[in-house]
């Protein structure tokens, strides 16, 4: 029983971290695919003078990717309704040139200002509407989400890997005795350290497994069932089997790290 919980009390705060690092990995994927919803469901409203070009909207801002001209007869049909046509042909001669402009990413609202800025410098341009408020209060919001969620996996990652280093700490304690006999036979120091780098290169094993297996379910089962149609449209995202490759390199990364750093201060005191 005691052998089960000190192999659990290493386990489970590098599941912590295995945990948080996917759990980045799988939001940065996810809300590039909301992003991309985001940017293409958004569009600015450009009022021109003259019949513009895309490629010289381009050369104004290279965020522009794509624009619709509105056509005027439309426009005309919901404003002269009851005019003759002599006076409608008159206004439609009078209005100038809609246009709705798409973005090709995701910009922040200072990005959009800056956009805005670049279009009404062109003297052809009367005004540029980008619905700032919404577009801003979407952005924040989602900005607030992301900096929340890498605050918490920054601190559960520096929590989880004082507990591996207090759990390896332990580990060292316990194999002390064979340790020291080993010394006195001259072994070198990290041949020394061998039994730690074993055990702890195991467990990174199972850490990565049991980590691998939890994002599997929410990906099979618990995407599939929840209801959130984001998760439910972006399942693939949630977990890719190049994944184990990564959790398992930054587990051995932190095993070799955290055994190394108490091996060299051990020796430091003993010595």
């Known amino acids: 029983m005691k ?8 386990i489970l705060p590098l599941m912590a971290i295995l945990l948080g690092v996917e759990f980045y990995v799988v939001f940065d994927r996810t809300t590039d695919s909301y992003e991309s919803g ?8 450009v009022v021109t003078n003259k019949p513009v070009e895309l490629e010289k909207l381009k050369n104004l801002n290279n965020h522009i990717s794509a624009s619709k001209k509105i ?21 439609l001669e009078s209005l100038p040139y809609f246009y709705n402009l798409k973005l090709d990413v995701y910009v922040n609202t200072t990005g959009l200002n800056m956009i805005k800025k670049d279009l009404e410098a062109d ?13 801003s209060t979407s952005y924040k919001l989602f900005s607030f989400i992301k900096l929340i969620l890498n605050i918490f996996i920054g601190f559960m990652a ?15 304690f316990n194999h002390s005795q064979r340790m020291q006999i080993m010394e006195i036979f001259g072994a070198p120091l990290m041949l020394r350290s061998g039994i730690l780098f074993k055990v702890a290169i195991i467990d990174a094993l199972l850490a990565t497994i049991f980590t691998s297996l939890i994002f599997l379910y929410i990906k099979v089962v618990w995407a599939s069932n929840s209801g959130i149609e984001m998760m439910m ?39």
């Not at 003297?123 to 577009?135: A, H, K, L």
């Not at 520096?158 to 060292?172: A, C, N, Y």
């Not at 089997?241 to 201060?265: K, N």
Request: glycine share 4%; proline share 1%; aromatic share 10%.
């Open 233 to 271: 449209k972006n399942k693939d995202e949630l977990f890719k089997y190049m994944d184990i490759a990564m959790l398992l390199f930054v587990a051995l990364c932190l095993v070799i790290i955290s055994v190394t750093s108490v091996v060299l201060s051990s020796s430091g005191v003993e010595e």
């Open 71 to 91: 056509e005027r007869d439309t426009i005309l049909s919901e404003i002269s309704e009851g005019v003759s046509k002599n006076f409608s042909k008159d206004i």
């Open 123 to 135: 003297p052809n341009i009367r005004s540029v509407e980008t619905f700032g408020t919404s577009y």
């Open 3 to 10: 052998f089960i919980k000190n192999h659990l009390m290493f």
């Open 38 to 45: 985001l940017k293409d469901g958004y569009s600015m409203l």
């Open 158 to 172: 520096i929590v989880s890997l004082f507990l591996i280093i207090k759990q390896m700490e332990i580990w060292r």
